[in-house]
């Protein structure tokens, strides 16, 4: 049966709409059309105001719901995660793996396929190490740090045949040849935690590199005369960005620079979340060490930042109300332009005709009020602030 959600301004992933309703049928939208073209016969959701966007995409989840994924690499985990992330506006996300045991991987990989059977919101995976160099492995612990084999390459490359795979790693600590072979692969190469040089990032750029992770942190930074991996994402217009916007990673003004930098698609919001996204816990264990929420980040018991307390729509209210990006650009840069990136924009982060209903539903403060994942509607009590707890 087809529904038309209506009574609130929508953002079709590009421009908003005033006086329109989206109608889902089942799993999919059938149509966005004036209100007034709304059949009279066909049922109604009457929204209360507010906005009606696509529904957020994460590339980078650690965890939520109070479970680090890495801890528990099981199928029970991933519903916990991708539940905690819809109460912040996330329907569709890759759980990320942190450097580990090359056992602690293929667990970590069994999971995700086993759960994307019956759990729409898990795209795919994103590996976030080993693959890195010292230097630059922030929370990522050196004991777990090593180089690529063939095996590696073999077991990362046939995952990619089943699913979205994105992969960071320091382009330095690669082999010639090795990042091309994971592209021919189908698998998305992201350069993260790595201290190489512009030359060595424009190398692995000629061989498919095409994107980097979490820009600014964990990596060679921007100066006169050695424009680092900073300088190469910002320079190279093909190269998509992720970015961690929460006021701590990334001082607002770095985020503008990016924003006016880069072609407008390419630059795309990441949370990096840890367990306690969506959940009341407050920390969390790992590698043995206790890491807590303080102050709306996480840290170590050093001090260090280690991954993010926030969701995606924090991003996007630190993009608006801190940075100054205009709203549309933000919601795109939650939604759109990461589905662009793993090449599912004919699919996910748009309000049209054919693409999953995955919709997000927020009050005029930016605060969620209800998700849809493909048709299916769940309603959250979150407020600002409460998601980070």
């Given at each position: 049966?087809?529904?038309?959600?209506?009574?609130?301004?929508?953002f079709?992933?590009e421009?908003f709409l005033d006086d329109?309703?989206?109608?889902?049928?089942g799993n999919?939208i059938?149509?966005?059309?004036p209100k007034?073209?709304v059949?009279?016969?066909?049922?109604r959701?009457?929204?209360?105001?507010g906005?009606?966007?696509?529904?957020?995409?994460d590339l980078?989840?650690?965890?939520g719901?109070?479970?680090l994924?890495?801890n528990d690499?099981?199928?029970?985990?991933?519903?916990?995660?991708?539940?905690?992330h819809?109460k912040?506006?996330?329907?569709?996300?890759?759980?990320t793996t942190?450097?580990?045991?090359?056992?602690?991987?293929q667990a970590?990989?069994?999971?995700v396929k086993d759960?994307r059977v019956?759990?729409?919101g898990?795209l795919?995976?994103h590996?976030?190490g080993p693959?890195?160099?010292?230097?630059?492995?922030?929370?990522?612990h050196?004991?777990?740090l090593r180089?690529m084999t063939?095996?590696d390459l073999?077991?990362?490359s046939?995952?990619a045949?089943d699913?979205?795979?994105?992969?960071t790693?320091?382009?330095?600590?690669m082999?010639p040849?090795?990042?091309a072979q994971?592209?021919?692969a189908g698998?998305e190469v992201?350069?993260?935690?790595t201290h190489?040089?512009?030359?060595?990032?424009?190398?692995a750029?000629?061989?498919g590199l095409n994107?980097?992770t979490?820009?600014y942190?964990?990596?060679?930074p921007l100066?006169?005369r050695e424009?680092?991996?900073?300088?190469a994402?910002?320079?190279h217009?093909?190269?998509?960005a992720g970015i961690?916007?929460?006021n701590f990673?990334?001082?607002?003004?770095s985020v503008l620079?990016?924003y006016r930098a880069?072609p407008?698609?390419?630059?795309y919001?990441?949370?990096d979340?840890?367990a306690?996204?969506?959940?009341?816990s407050i920390?969390f264990?790992?590698?043995?060490e206790?890491?807590t929420?303080?102050d709306g980040?996480?840290?170590?018991?050093?001090?260090?930042l280690?991954g993010s307390a926030?969701?995606?729509?924090?991003?996007?209210?630190?993009?608006?109300q801190?940075?100054?990006i205009?709203?549309?650009?933000a919601?795109?840069?939650?939604?759109?332009?990461?589905a662009e990136?793993?090449?599912l924009d004919e699919q996910l982060?748009w309000?049209?005709?054919?693409?999953?209903?995955?919709l997000?539903h927020l009050?005029?403060?930016l605060?969620?009020?209800?998700?849809w994942?493909?048709?299916?509607?769940?309603?959250?009590e979150?407020?600002?602030?409460d998601?980070?707890?």
């Amino acid at each position: 049966m087809t529904t038309a959600l209506l009574g609130a301004r929508l953002f079709d992933g590009e421009r908003f709409l005033d006086d329109h309703a989206v109608l889902v049928d089942g799993n999919t939208i059938a149509n966005v059309v004036p209100k007034h073209q709304v059949p009279h016969d066909m049922a109604r959701q009457v929204l209360n105001g507010g906005l009606l966007a696509p529904g957020f995409i994460d590339l980078q989840v650690n965890g939520g719901g109070g479970v680090l994924f890495n801890n528990d690499p099981s199928v029970d985990a991933l519903k916990r995660i991708t539940a905690g992330h819809r109460k912040v506006g996330t329907t569709r996300l890759l759980p990320t793996t942190i450097s580990d045991t090359p056992e602690r991987l293929q667990a970590c990989m069994a999971a995700v396929k086993d759960a994307r059977v019956d759990n729409p919101g898990i795209l795919g995976m994103h590996i976030e190490g080993p693959f890195f160099n010292v230097e630059q492995r922030g929370v990522h612990h050196s004991d777990y740090l090593r180089t690529m084999t063939s095996s590696d390459l073999k077991m990362i490359s046939t995952l990619a045949l089943d699913m979205p795979v994105l992969l960071t790693l320091a382009p330095e600590m690669m082999l010639p040849g090795q990042i091309a072979q994971l592209v021919r692969a189908g698998v998305e190469v992201s350069a993260g935690h790595t201290h190489a040089r512009y030359e060595e990032v424009e190398r692995a750029i000629q061989e498919g590199l095409n994107g980097v992770t979490h820009l600014y942190n964990a990596m060679r930074p921007l100066q006169g005369r050695e424009p680092g991996v900073v300088g190469a994402a910002l320079t190279h217009h093909e190269m998509h960005a992720g970015i961690i916007v929460d006021n701590f990673h990334v001082h607002p003004a770095s985020v503008l620079l990016a924003y006016r930098a880069k072609p407008l698609g390419k630059l795309y919001l990441v949370s990096d979340s840890m367990a306690t996204v969506g959940s009341t816990s407050i920390s969390f264990t790992l590698y043995d060490e206790t890491l807590t929420a303080v102050d709306g980040r996480l840290v170590s018991a050093e001090g260090r930042l280690a991954g993010s307390a926030i969701g995606l729509i924090d991003a996007v209210r630190c993009c608006v109300q801190d940075v100054g990006i205009p709203l549309e650009h933000a919601l795109a840069m939650a939604s759109r332009f990461p589905a662009e990136y793993l090449h599912l924009d004919e699919q996910l982060g748009w309000l049209k005709p054919g693409h999953q209903a995955d919709l997000v539903h927020l009050d005029d403060d930016l605060n969620v009020l209800e998700t849809w994942v493909a048709g299916m509607a769940e309603r959250t009590e979150n407020r600002a602030g409460d998601n980070a707890a």
